[in-house]
């Protein structure tokens, strides 16, 4: 019986703490715009993934859309009384190509799809809702087709967000 009430005991102390301690939401936004001739060209969300996350504690995400894969990874935690995000943030795109890496016994070639790769890897200060700045990437292309040359800019900023998480109400 003793050792019942004690087990009960430790349950309900471990379930109390791990209830007391607060759980945030952190996003991730790609905003900006891709392959855009325009002057101006007008910037929007592009991507965006989230992930609940406790303070002192790792964190992992993964969403996969089509032939789209994201990744986000890291740690939360509080330094000299700031809060802190360690985090590693990978953006992986199927473009549909593939490539021969080896050919096998049969002769048969054996390919891997292209993935077009963006990744993130920082530690930044955050704080709660405020959007940070965390990366940025830039391309300007030129491309000619007979006599007709384009030019095309691509800039999206990395923008990471902390708030409370808010459970769903049941």
């Known amino acids: 019986m003793l050792k019942w009430l004690l087990l009960i005991l430790v349950c309900f102390l471990t379930c109390g703490t791990a209830a007391a301690e607060e759980l945030y939401l952190l996003r991730l936004d790609a905003v900006g715009y891709v392959k855009s001739s325009a002057d101006t060209p007008q910037e929007k969300v592009l991507q965006s993934i989230e992930v609940v996350a406790r303070l002192d504690e790792q964190f992992h995400s993964k969403v996969i859309s089509g032939p789209e894969t994201q990744m986000l990874s890291g740690k939360f935690y509080s330094k000299e009384g700031k809060l802190n995000v360690r985090l590693h943030y990978q ?5 549909g190509n593939v490539v021969p890496v ?23 200060e955050v704080k709660l809702n405020t959007e940070t700045w965390v990366g940025r990437f830039e391309i300007e292309s030129d491309s000619t087709q007979g006599s007709t ?15 409370r998480y808010e459970p769903p109400a049941e």
């Open 149 to 163: 040359k384009t030019s095309s800019r691509s800039k999206v900023n990395y923008q990471l967000f902390l708030s």
């Open 91 to 95: 953006r992986l795109l199927d473009v």
């Open 102 to 124: 080896s050919i096998d016994r049969d002769g048969i070639v054996i390919t891997e799809p292209v993935l077009d790769r963006s990744e993130i890897q920082t530690t930044v």
